[in-house]
């Protein structure tokens, strides 16, 4: 089994990398990093060197990226998912310092969602020069797109050490990889694409000012503000330019005794299984997975 540590990015397509990018910094309030790459804009919200690297091109979501404990546990990876007839593409030295890993590898899930494995990503040890004042704390979770979501779980569970949290029905899974409730979800859609991005925030207080700094500024709401009654997180989703969907929240449950956790079902048409204060609902939009452009080495 691979034993996934964290998160670690979202790699996305834009056609207009200076709107994407503004909107990221003067919205979202991430740091951007100094420009190092012709074409690349790299996002900071935590001791990550990044968390969103924006790639300028085809609009859409590129890779999801999780870390692993070190080299040797990406090479045991790399020969577990190949033994498996998964098709693994090893990045070039160029791919992971545009990535800011020492090395990763990169391959689809069932679905088509392109998932990049990598070890020793950068740490940056100053603050975090926000851009704004949004209370971000943390790059605090993603969430992919598959037709099947239960199909979904078993590709995660059987080969990574995820574990369920909850189910709503058959429309999403939530999965932890530590005691967060989720770092990782996967929604219920017709084909492979990331749901949302996620942004940790420190008080109640900063999700509904950012709530008003939203809409003062003309920003689509997509949900929120509300409560989830799986992981007890109140939350707010926006769409940002190119059908990137960000989300922010506060206060996600942690599961510390997980032997005892016994994942819940809630039927996503039952009132308030997605927002515990009933207000308007409506699933957040994805941004597409694009096909990769790069040389995928056969299995050995």
């Known amino acids: ?106 391959f689809d899930d069932p679905f088509g969602n392109r998932v990049e494995l990598v070890s020793q990503q950068e740490t940056v040890a100053r603050p975090v020069a926000f851009s704004r004042g949004a209370g971000i704390t943390e790059f605090g979770h993603l969430c992919l797109d598959a037709p099947d979501v239960h199909e979904a779980y078993r590709f995660w569970s059987t080969r990574f050490n995820a574990r369920v949290s909850d189910w709503l029905g058959d429309a999403a899974c939530l999965m932890r990889i530590d005691p967060v409730h989720h770092k990782l979800a996967v929604f219920k859609g017709e084909s492979a694409g990331l749901c949302h991005m996620n942004f940790q925030v420190g008080t109640i207080d900063d999700v509904f000012r950012n709530w008003h700094f939203l809409v003062e500024h003309d920003v689509e709401i997509e949900m929120g503000p509300g409560r989830h009654p799986q992981s007890g997180a109140i939350f707010l989703y926006f769409l940002g330019p190119e059908g990137f969907t960000y989300e922010y929240s506060f206060g996600v449950r942690r599961i510390e005794d997980d032997a005892s956790w016994v994942p819940r079902t809630f039927d996503p048409a039952e009132p308030g299984s997605i927002d515990m204060w009933l207000g308007p609902t409506t699933r957040p939009i994805t941004q597409p997975q694009l096909k990769s452009s790069q040389p995928v080495e056969a299995p050995s």
């Not at 859409?60 to 870390?67: R, T």
Request: charged share 25%.
């Open 1 to 106: 089994m691979i034993t996934l540590t964290d998160i670690a990015y979202v790699r996305s397509g834009v056609a207009d990398l200076e709107t994407a990018t503004r909107f990221a910094t003067e919205i979202v309030g991430l740091e951007l990093v100094t420009p190092t790459e012709v074409g690349v804009a790299h996002l900071r919200a935590d001791g990550r060197h990044h968390c969103l690297a924006l790639v300028e091109g085809p609009s859409g979501v590129i890779s999801s990226g999780f870390a692993v404990a070190s080299a040797d546990a990406l090479d045991a990876a790399e020969t577990e998912l190949e033994r498996s007839g998964i098709s693994v593409h090893r990045g070039s030295p160029e791919e992971a310092r545009s990535r800011r890993v020492r090395e990763f590898i990169a």
